[in-house]
């Protein structure tokens, strides 16, 4: 009778089983059809897509190098990765919960009864063996979907632990990025320091041969010697960031941090600014930034939960089955008459307890309402930051445009300065404002064109593109971030 209950209970799981609570769908968000900054630049040709390759568009291979090593040996990737490791052992763990789980065991015992289990038995009757031996199955019917739920919780939390991977692969690339355009923008305003110090020295030298031929002042001698320590005093802390940034650079890409220093070290320029950047449409936006894939899988994984606990408002039905041999003779234990089966039908129904499940319930539905908030929250920065993107890097190349001539103009005027102090045509108060301007204006126009490399890389890390072969392909990551671990 069992054993057609069974087979019966079976047969109707398989046609009528059902998975309770609700279904994920993806929450709709009005988001604006276009970017309301979109940078316009003059005589700009064709945009670079934001799925570009964007190291090649820079054309510097040092640095496309050193974003490759860091995408390799990052510690910081190596911890996602690991997590990412941990979600999918998860996942493959939730999905054998809904097969049947089956066990071996087996017993050899020697057994001395009690006298008071077997009066009247001697002393030496009362010992004996036992041997036994057996397999056993057990398998939950999943009729309300309590497994399958959470197999889909498990899958979503693997999905978003392999977005949150590539999130931090486009945070490492682009601080790669953003510390080697700072660095060269660093190693520039060094140069300009050192470049204008050697003018002023120039023109202390001269201030001094006239004074020592009498025909200058100890006043022009002390204010040329003022302005050239304050130039001078420029030079050591920007040497100081330079030595951090390779520091940094080498940190990234898993090395100790002067592994570096010698290679970086030579002065080379900036990287070259893509023309125009074409940021797509928000909803491009969307589809690509994998933080807003990861709240949204984190958003699944909590509506399947609810599922999961509504289930226990419902009997939990499992089949269980054992098949062995048992015996007081180890040589009779597997003859004919020594067989034993069971076949067990169990139901287990909470429905005493509604009040704990219910509690569940509400509990599992306050954390999907959260997540829906963290996933509607994360859209909206994905759009703050891409416009702020966007108008900073066209603010900052406007600038880039202006302080550029300025450096070239003051350059000019310092040199003009200086032929006419020679030729006594001018005093020296007007070479000191000239070479003080000039200072200011190069070492401006450096720091702006840094900014604007910058704003560069802000912009395709905003809009998550731009960074080659930045898929989830477990295989692949495992032998790029395992390649080589400097720090072990």
């Given at each position: 009778m069992v054993m057609r209950l069974a087979t019966t209970l079976l047969a109707s799981a398989l046609l009528t089983a059902c998975a309770v609570g609700p279904d994920h769908v993806r929450p709709s968000m009005a988001v604006p059809e276009a970017f309301g900054s979109m940078p316009a630049i003059a005589g700009a040709d064709a945009a670079h897509s934001f799925d570009d390759a964007f190291l090649d568009g820079l054309g510097d291979p040092q640095l496309a190098h050193l974003v490759h090593d860091a995408l390799r040996a990052n510690h910081d990737l190596r911890i996602a990765l690991s997590r990412y490791d941990r979600a999918n052992a998860l996942l493959r763990g939730a999905r054998f919960d809904a097969l049947p789980t089956i066990t071996a065991q087996g017993e050899a015992a020697d057994v001395r009864s009690s006298a008071s289990q077997a009066p009247g038995v001697s002393r030496d009757g009362r010992d004996g063996e036992q041997w036994s031996a057996g397999i056993s199955a057990g398998w939950e019917l999943d009729l309300f979907g309590r497994v399958r739920r959470g197999i889909e919780a498990g899958r979503a939390d693997a999905e978003a632990t392999a977005a949150d991977l590539r999130a931090m692969q486009v945070v490492i690339a682009g601080e790669v990025a953003i510390t080697y355009a700072e660095l060269r923008g660093t190693q520039e305003r060094l140069r300009v320091a050192r470049a204008n110090r050697d003018n002023q020295q120039a023109t202390h030298d001269l201030v001094q041969a006239r004074?020592?031929?009498?025909?200058?002042?100890?006043?022009?001698?002390?204010?040329?010697?003022?302005?050239?320590?304050?130039?001078?005093?420029?030079?050591?802390?920007?040497?100081?960031?330079?030595?951090?940034?390779?520091?940094?650079?080498?940190?990234?890409?898993?090395?100790?941090?002067?592994?570096?220093?010698?290679?970086?070290?030579?002065?080379?320029?900036?990287?070259?600014?893509?023309?125009?950047?074409?940021?797509?449409?928000?909803?491009?936006?969307?589809?690509?930034?994998?933080?807003?894939?990861?709240?949204?899988?984190?958003?699944?994984?909590?509506?399947?939960?609810?599922?999961?606990?509504?289930?226990?408002?419902?009997?939990?039905?499992?089949?269980?089955?054992?098949?062995?041999?048992?015996?007081?003779?180890?040589?009779?234990?597997?003859?004919?008459?020594?067989?034993?089966?069971?076949?067990?039908?169990?139901?287990?129904?909470?429905?005493?307890?509604?009040?704990?499940?219910?509690?569940?319930?509400?509990?599992?539905?306050?954390?999907?309402?959260?997540?829906?908030?963290?996933?509607?929250?994360?859209?909206?920065?994905?759009?703050?930051?891409?416009?702020?993107?966007?108008?900073?890097?066209?603010?900052?190349?406007?600038?880039?445009?202006?302080?550029?001539?300025?450096?070239?103009?003051?350059?000019?005027?310092?040199?003009?300065?200086?032929?006419?102090?020679?030729?006594?045509?001018?005093?020296?108060?007007?070479?000191?404002?000239?070479?003080?301007?000039?200072?200011?204006?190069?070492?401006?126009?450096?720091?702006?064109?840094?900014?604007?490399?910058?704003?560069?890389?802000?912009?395709?890390?905003?809009?998550?593109?731009?960074?080659?072969?930045?898929?989830?392909?477990?295989?692949?990551?495992?032998?790029?971030?395992?390649?080589?671990?400097?720090?072990?």
């Open positions: 004074l020592d031929g009498g025909i200058g002042t100890e006043f022009d001698t002390a204010r040329v010697r003022a302005q050239l320590q304050a130039t001078a005093a420029r030079i050591p802390a920007l040497e100081a960031q330079e030595a951090m940034a390779m520091h940094r650079l080498a940190v990234l890409g898993g090395r100790a941090p002067r592994a570096l220093v010698e290679e970086l070290s030579g002065q080379r320029p900036l990287p070259a600014l893509p023309s125009r950047i074409d940021a797509g449409t928000p909803g491009d936006l969307l589809r690509a930034r994998p933080d807003v894939a990861a709240a949204e899988a984190r958003l699944h994984a909590a509506t399947a939960r609810i599922g999961i606990a509504t289930a226990d408002l419902f009997p939990r039905f499992t089949l269980g089955g054992l098949i062995g041999s048992q015996a007081i003779d180890g040589s009779a234990l597997f003859e004919r008459d020594s067989e034993t089966r069971i076949i067990a039908l169990g139901i287990d129904w909470s429905f005493l307890d509604v009040g704990r499940v219910r509690a569940r319930i509400a509990a599992a539905d306050a954390d999907a309402e959260g997540e829906l908030a963290r996933y509607r929250r994360s859209v909206l920065l994905a759009l703050e930051d891409t416009e702020n993107a966007l108008v900073r890097h066209a603010r900052t190349r406007a600038e880039d445009a202006h302080l550029e001539r300025a450096a070239i103009d003051g350059e000019t005027a310092a040199r003009l300065a200086r032929v006419r102090f020679e030729a006594g045509a001018s005093g020296l108060l007007e070479v000191l404002d000239a070479e003080r301007t000039q200072l200011q204006a190069q070492d401006a126009f450096a720091e702006a064109r840094t900014r604007s490399v910058v704003s560069a890389v802000a912009l395709y890390r905003a809009l998550a593109g731009g960074w080659p072969g930045l898929s989830p392909d477990r295989e692949r990551l495992a032998e790029a971030i395992g390649a080589r671990m400097h720090l072990r």
